[in-house]
């Protein structure tokens, strides 16, 4: 796949049309069964408007590079075309799933992508009812892993966030662990899996769940700071960040205990004010963590084409390298492509990953981090790599 025709295909995808981006066929419907296949029909299903657009457009410049990288450019593995076309969610659960449907019955074999955990669950549901590959992106939530033998991702999931918080300290068992979160489904999710997890460990987690409504945050602060912990979980979003962050600089919880939350895209790295420096960040990925071949090609190929590297371009360089591996192994054949994927270990730009073959989890790498100022620019440095079998998830069932 040639990076040049990049202005053309943003020019098509602009108007909401789908577009072939590799090597179309005249009929979108020549993918046969088996390893004979002419081509396979892949449908990238993603945001490329509404509010994860900024997400989509990281994990849409990983994935060319990945199926760059894959296909060595030329967008056919072996003599089988990958006949790939693009659609935008828009961030809406119902149109995702009218578009996949329509390219399910348009004998689509493989959909990949979205960053929104609603999307991908209902993009789950219609993998298993139509027995068609797909895999996920950096949509994160759990319940994507084990969920069925059709479904798999490219991209981590909210427990490995959770263990790699967990390695800031070094053991776990006896130690206090408090959450500070928002009174909400989000919130009391992250609870949920810090206790789950961390608690298995031997931690005793508790919380501060501090109401949505709230604006001022220097009592909840001194409670954290009076509980003593050892270790804190911060889950938080939305425009109250940089009041909360200043709250517990100012009361000195960081003196206190290592303070952990996830450090985002690039674009927010500005969001934690003073407090960025003094934060404990786990990290999915920032450009330049791994130093590895793959993630030089990734960002090489991401900058050639006038973008930036950035938190979720892994995603779609390894959905890239997965769906290459499905087809060449599998041909047009889904319970082939499955079996391809299943226990696969390969080199994605994290360095070694593999597609746990119990319940299709994506073991990878992840990062502890700091944040330094350089003038008016935050910088991400990393701390330490994490292995992935140490912040594996727990098994799930399929």
Known sequence: MKRTSKVALALVLSTGMALTAC??????AAAGDGDAASSVNIGIVYSKTGPLAAYGEAYYEGLQAGLDYATEGTGKVGDTELNITYHDDGGDPDKAVTVAKELIGKDYKILAGTASSGIALKLV??????????ISGPAATDSITGANKYTFRSGRQSMQDVATAGTFVDDLDGKKVTVFAQDNAFGQGNLAAVDALLGAQGAKVDSILVPEDVT????????LVDGDPDLVFAAWAG?????????LDQQ????????VTGLGDIATYGAFGDAGEKISFLNHYFPGAAGTDAEKAMIDSIEAAGKEADLFSPDGFVAGQMIAHAVEEGGAD???MVGALEGWSFEGPKGTTTVRA??????QNMYQVSLSKDGDKWIPELVETIDGEQVAPPEASK
């Open 252 to 259: 000195g919880a960081f003196d206190v205990a290592p303070i």
């Open 334 to 336: 889904v319970d082939s």
């Open 216 to 223: 001022e945050f220097t009592p909840f602060a001194r409670q």
């Open 358 to 363: 119990s319940d299709h989890a994506l073991i």
């Open 239 to 247: 425009t109250t960040s940089g009041s909360m962050w200043q709250a």
């Open 23 to 28: 090597a179309p066929t005249s009929d979108p």
């Open 125 to 134: 549901e219609q993998a298993e009812q139509n027995k068609v590959l797909y």
